[in-house]
């Protein structure tokens, strides 16, 4: 079975402070997809990032990177220079094929919460 | 609208009593999906459409809870003789097969 593990259940920095969010992923499938999903206050999920699995390059994109290692099964999210407006749950996520129908239905960690204080 | 909507945004209910809740999603988009996020279990995938038929029901709890699409746009998720573990925030989802976009939740409360 697909199993995502964000180990970190809440991390607490300083604003300007980089922050690194570690996922680490288990699956069987060769083709396979990861996300990372915002969580503010107001409850809503929004996508940050999907990234396939042949695809091992990282990713910047502002002040989010992202560094996927096949070799150690992780996808893990750094916000360099962190502000108070970054507070949220962070999702990680694996794609696990629904239905073979080839959509992909999502398999979630816990998630872990980000506090920045001013 | 430009995003997946949901309503009610707020539900209490008695236990006991049935809910329905509402998902619109992206226009366009052929794939809809349910999730329930509740407190100590994280987000469940619930149930998965891919126009108005439903390959994948295997997250669906208990034989209270259905799902149904119509049109292949809205659809409702019921909640039969509701009880108190089932309060938790149900998400929609809908996608074009390149990533889910959620809507903003429905936050059920049993009584």
């Known amino acids: 079975a697909q199993k995502v593990t964000q180990a970190q259940t809440e991390i607490s920095v300083v604003e300007k402070e980089d922050v690194t969010l570690d996922c680490v992923y288990e699956?069987?499938?060769?083709?396979?997809?990861l996300f990372w999903y915002k969580q503010p206050p107001s409850g809503e999920l929004v996508f940050l990032i999907r990234?396939?699995?042949?695809?091992?390059q990282n990713e910047i994109s502002g002040r989010y990177s992202w560094n996927f290692q096949k070799s150690t099964s992780s996808f893990n999210f750094t916000i360099t220079a962190s502000q108070v407006v970054d507070s949220a749950v962070y999702f990680c996520?694996?794609?696990?094929?629904?239905?073979?129908?080839?959509?992909?239905?999502?398999?979630f960690g816990t998630g872990t919460r980000l506090l920045v204080s001013p | 609208g430009a995003g997946v909507s949901q309503s009610p945004s707020n539900k209490v209910t008695e236990k006991g009593k049935d809910v329905e809740l509402r998902c619109d999603p992206i226009s366009g988009h052929t794939a809809l999906y349910w999730y329930r996020q509740s407190l100590g279990q994280g987000l469940e995938f619930l149930i998965y459409f891919q126009g108005n038929s439903a390959p994948d029901k295997s997250g669906l709890p208990s034989d209270r809870f259905s799902a149904e699409r119509t049109g292949g746009s809205v659809s409702t998720l019921t909640i039969q003789r509701t009880q108190q573990e089932d309060s938790a925030v149900y998400l929609c989802?809908?996608?074009?097969?390149?990533?889910?976009?959620f809507g903003p939740g429905t936050r059920l409360t049993v009584l």
């Open positions: 699956t069987r499938d060769t083709t396979y997809y």
């Open positions: 989802a809908s996608s074009t097969g390149l990533g889910e976009f």
């Open positions: 996520a694996l794609s696990e094929a629904s239905g073979g129908t080839g959509f992909q239905k999502l398999v």
């Open positions: 990234r396939n699995s042949f695809d091992e």
